[in-house]
């Protein structure tokens, strides 16, 4: 059974930074197109960022140009490089394979 595992998350103040981890159990994560999904109270799902297997990369317009998503296959992790973070950032985030494989979630709190 493959299984993704977030971390990284924590409690941060607006303008700071956080790097959120996914690391993928089994040599698994090349086959892949990697999603970084969050999930804000009393809010729906949103997708965040995405990067396929040949490093292509998309982002919610909202976190273009503070979010980075990155991917070393080699160690099973792919990455959510989080600069000048704001408190609409707030949020549970969720890294996904394709969408069908999902971790369990790290929370992330931006706040004075």
């Known amino acids: 059974q493959v299984q993704l595992v977030e971390s990284g998350g924590g409690l941060v103040q607006p303008g700071r930074s956080l790097r959120l981890s996914c690391a993928a159990s089994g040599n698994i994560l090349s086959n892949y197109n990697m999603y970084w999904y969050r999930q804000a109270p009393g809010k729906s799902r949103e997708w965040v960022a995405y990067i396929n297997q040949f490093r292509n990369t998309d982002y919610l317009d909202s976190v273009k140009g503070r979010f980075t998503i990155s991917r070393e296959d080699a160690k099973n992790t792919m990455y959510l490089q989080m600069n000048n973070l704001k408190p609409e950032d707030t949020a549970v985030y969720y890294c996904?394979?394709?969408?069908?494989?999902w971790g369990q979630g790290t929370q992330v709190t931006v706040s004075s």
């Open positions: 996904s394979a394709d969408g069908k494989i």
